[in-house]
């Protein structure tokens, strides 16, 4: 059972916004002006960030050729290619110790510790983007394909080490067929929120995660075996586990040096 009732939500322009964005995979031909993009990309910037250090770098695709690459490897979805502004936000522990060691300083190995760090500076980032994007018309989607095929990612991308993919963004103005599309139902607040520890989730807990999402007529255990097989157990997720898997070879899992 949930920990509390639902409760009451207070409503303002900003939570409004929250609620009413939805992923946006369809553009209009409209292109993103300079002073929106900059406007964009400084929103980008302002996030919250880990000891004011901006963990992340954020690469603004523009040439066309590069987008079509970033569409096939990302599970070759057209609309990357078609997307007026593509931003990949790029958790970066590659940029700090270059400048301690500019400054003399005699940097350790980044670890995963770091890695994670930076892959919470840069989603943070990411979701000021959409935010920022979405009060100046624009939609968005995040496309999580980005983390595999590792090897291509990194020559097309010029990723050196100690830097992982962690988030793209393809952004445009939207089509009135996407504006009119409906946002999925989130789950209710008792399956997501816990007070004060960890609930380990059981059956009632597991149903009411996806009670919004399960249409009339289709069975929870239909609905959630043909969701793992599309998501959890597929091609691109195991492709998604390895290519992770490699990023992370890079990184002292151990807390010490790497001789």
Not at 12 to 39: E, G, I, M, Y
Request: hydrophobic letters at 40%; aromatic letters at 6%.
């Amino acid at each position: 059972m949930p920990d509390q009732p639902e409760p009451h939500i207070i409503h303002n322009q900003v939570t409004d916004q929250l609620r009413a964005r939805v992923s946006v995979r369809a553009f209009t031909d409209r292109p993103v002006d300079d002073t929106v993009r900059a406007s964009v990309l400084d929103a980008g910037t302002q996030a919250p960030t880990a000891g004011d250090q901006q963990l992340y770098t954020i690469i603004d695709v523009h040439d066309q050729a590069e987008k079509d690459t970033l569409s096939r490897l990302c599970d070759n979805q057209p609309f990357i290619a078609h997307a007026p502004m593509v931003l990949i936000l790029v958790a970066d522990c590659h940029k700090w110790p270059a400048t301690y060691e500019v400054a003399g300083a005699c940097p350790r190995q980044p670890g995963v510790g770091d890695l994670m760090l930076a892959v919470e500076d840069a989603a943070i980032a990411a979701q000021n983007v959409v935010t920022a994007a979405w009060s100046y018309g624009l939609g968005s989607c995040y496309v999580g394909d980005v983390m595999e095929r590792c090897d291509e990612m990194r020559d097309l991308l010029h990723l050196p080490e100690h830097t992982f993919p962690a988030v793209m963004l393809v952004l445009g103005y939207p089509t009135a067929q996407q504006q009119a599309r409906p946002k999925p139902a989130r789950a209710p607040m008792g399956a997501i929120v816990c007070r004060d520890a960890y609930r380990e989730p059981d059956e009632a807990v597991c149903r009411e995660l996806v009670s919004r999402r399960v249409p009339m007529g289709t069975t929870f255990e239909d609905w959630v075996s043909a969701f793992h097989e599309r998501k959890y157990d597929s091609t691109f997720a195991r492709e998604m586990t390895r290519s992770v898997g490699e990023y992370l070879e890079a990184f002292d899992a151990a807390g010490a040096e790497k001789v």
